[in-house]
């Protein structure tokens, strides 16, 4: 997926949230900005693909700043709030008659926690008003392959669940719970450093994520999305021997599709944004189970 004009709003509007979180010192969040400008002068461009700019834009702040987590803090209020919501979100899959059934619920909640993203020009979301939105994610599905990912699931023996966001993770629980109760192996891939809110190890074991899993590994970097060849050796041998994997989130989304993919990938996320429900053409606000290729 590349940039539309509306991704450079984005892009600088959470620079200056970011910046602000990240530092006090006026002078070095101006330099950010100042900076942030350079690099979007080079590289702002028809073909630049959102994620990867993203990546540069945070570790321009993270340099400059000396604050390597600048969301540290509503990454753990995050997590906080999910697992106060956890048995919730629980209780629906559990309603479930069957084990498509729960497995479909799981792949529903696990969608409506990518909600949780902050600074996202015209997004919102109360942690409220997750309840509601558990409730109602079936009617928001627009892109729906939680049926056909179902079959693959059950025939494979090992998936990679590639995790997004801090809070979010912890509503990942509940489809790996799914994933394990049908005889497969789950590896749980987080980043390898903070990047935006997106789930580290700390994450992984705050969400309870890293004792349902049967393995977490990290990318070995702190990119957005899929960035292969910044990625670890032991991470690319795990993607590269698994049967499914599963990839949360925008920037997952953003650029596993700029991969030949040579395995089936499972995109599972909110359409936060005008320019990723225009690739995929649906509207915004909604959920996508996508499968790819």
């Known amino acids: ?23 006090t010192n006026p002078a070095l969040r101006f330099r950010v900005m100042v900076e942030l400008f350079k690099l979007l002068s080079r590289e702002f461009k028809p073909t630049a693909v959102p994620a990867y700019l993203g990546t540069k834009r945070d570790r321009l702040i993270k340099r400059i700043t000396g604050n390597d987590n600048p969301y540290g803090r509503e990454k753990r209020r995050s997590n906080e709030k999910a697992l106060k919501l956890l048995p919730y979100a629980r209780k629906i ?26 600074h996202i020009p015209g997004h919102k979301f109360t942690y409220g008003g997750l309840r509601k939105l558990f409730r109602d994610a079936g009617k928001d599905m627009v892109i729906d392959d939680v049926n056909k990912v179902y079959e693959l699931a059950k025939k494979a023996q090992t998936v990679l669940y590639l995790t997004d966001n801090a809070g979010e993770i912890v509503f990942d629980t509940l489809l790996v719970e799914q994933l394990k109760n049908m005889g497969v192996t789950v590896i749980v891939g987080v980043k390898g450093g903070p990047v935006l ?3 580290t190890l ?7 994520m890293s004792k349902i899993a049967d393995k977490v590994i990290t990318t070995g970097t702190d990119a957005v999305g899929l960035m292969l060849k910044e990625f670890s050796k032991e991470f690319l041998e ?3 021997s698994v049967d499914l994997v599963f990839a949360k989130g925008m920037g997952y989304a953003e650029t596993l599709t700029e991969y030949k993919l040579k395995k089936p990938h499972v995109l599972l996320f909110r ?14 606000d909604k959920n996508v189970a996508k499968l790819m290729p």
């Open 238 to 240: 795990v993607y590269d």
């Open 1 to 23: 997926m590349k940039v539309e004009a509306e991704c450079a709003a984005c892009i600088v509007n959470r620079a200056v949230a970011e910046a602000m979180e990240a530092t």
């Open 197 to 199: 809110n997106d789930a």
């Open 202 to 208: 700390e994450d992984a074991e705050v969400s309870g």
């Open 271 to 284: 359409t936060k944004c005008n320019p990723v429900a225009n690739f995929f053409g649906v509207p915004r």
């Open 93 to 118: 899959v559990e309603e479930g008659y069957t084990q498509r059934d729960r497995f479909k619920r799981a792949c529903l909640c696990a969608i409506v926690g990518n909600i949780i993203e902050f």
